[in-house]
DNA sequence: TATCCTTTGAAGATT
DNA sequence: AATCTTCAAAGGATA
């Protein structure tokens, strides 16, 4: 049933005309979050601190050669989408549009010029953020008003029901056990999760949509259509989230969750993949 | 009930 | 070093 929707709306696309402009970017740009990565030997300078810097570190030469991949859960649509230049010697690179939606988005939801870049009036102060995870006063461990800072996840009860006869155990599994009962400390949001969580709502409001997949391919084309400076709005955001998990959890890792979930089934994504191909051809 | 879907970005894992 | 994989959020759909 999912896989039907998925494709009738996918046979709806071919006949949507692509977002305005999209086949003829003149000078495609790179990703921010990319074009903020400090060359080796250059200190990292956050996306506020570069566009306020009075002299911007430059970009690496070779950025613009970098190329700009979609994630493999999409389908491979760059033959409608995406540009590919190059010269004598080099490889050439793609540079693709974002994927045109899975779901029938209406124009008013979907398409990027509806969706004008914000312009700010230079230097004037970022808007003030309510996300919750920023407004931490209270969830510094020790704090007799402490609220649980959000990256911090219960364990289930389930587990616990699992441990009652932990008698019968060995050290090994109680070991295992203590290691489950942990709350799991959650990564901390990157700058496109900062612009969904504040989003989101007003999306479901727009379109009346509900399903979260949708509403993602719209976020995610929104996000493109922000302007840099928009974009750095939540790129400092997301600094400061990292920062300040770094402070109250120094140990953490992003290891320390990898795995945890179940793993997609490959076969089943690469059945998918195959699937999409056809519709392609 | 667990996992998938869908997005981008950060970071760990692998080649 | 470059590429691949996982996980952050969300909630309806699906197995």
Redesign the pocket.
């Known amino acids: 049933?999912?896989?039907?929707?998925?494709y009738s709306a996918f046979n709806l696309l071919m006949h949507y005309p692509p977002p305005s402009g999209a086949g003829q970017h003149p000078q495609p740009q790179p990703?921010?979050?990319k074009a903020?990565q400090a060359p080796?030997g250059v200190p990292q300078l956050s996306l506020y601190e570069h566009f306020n810097s009075p002299h911007p570190t430059p970009a690496p030469a070779d950025i613009s050669q970098k190329?700009v991949?979609?994630?493999?859960?999409?389908p491979d649509l760059s033959g409608f989408y995406s540009l590919t230049s190059g010269s004598m010697g080099q490889l050439p690179h793609t540079v693709s549009w974002?994927?045109p939606?899975?779901y029938p988005l209406s124009p008013s939801c979907g398409y990027r010029q509806h969706f004008p870049a914000p312009t700010a009036a230079p230097g004037a102060p970022y808007p003030r953020f309510t996300h919750p995870s920023l407004m931490l006063g209270s969830s510094v461990p020790g704090h007799p008003a402490a609220i649980p800072h959000?990256?911090i996840v219960p364990p289930?009860g389930?587990q616990e029901l699992q441990s009652f006869d932990r008698n019968l155990k060995t050290q090994a599994e109680s070991k295992a056990e203590k290691e489950a009962k942990k709350p799991?400390i959650?990564?901390p949001?990157?700058?496109?999760?900062l612009y969904?969580?504040e989003m989101?709502a007003k999306v479901i409001a727009e379109c009346t949509l509900?399903?979260?997949?949708a509403i993602?391919?719209i976020?995610?084309r929104r996000?493109?259509a922000l302007s840099r400076e928009e974009?750095a709005k939540y790129?400092e955001l997301?600094r400061k989230e990292?920062q300040l998990h770094m402070q109250l959890y120094p140990g953490w890792?992003?290891?320390d969750?990898?795995?945890?979930?179940?793993?997609?089934?490959r076969e089943?994504?690469q059945e998918?993949t195959t699937d999409n191909s056809l519709h392609y051809s």
């Open positions: 049933m999912y896989k039907e929707t998925v990703p921010l979050h903020n080796h190329q991949h979609r994630p493999l859960q999409t974002p994927s939606p899975l959000p990256a289930s389930k799991t959650k990564k949001l990157n700058a496109f999760m969904m969580k989101r509900k399903e979260s997949a993602n391919q976020l995610g996000w493109h974009q790129y997301a990292r890792s992003a290891r969750n990898y795995g945890k979930k179940k793993r997609r089934s089943k994504h998918s």
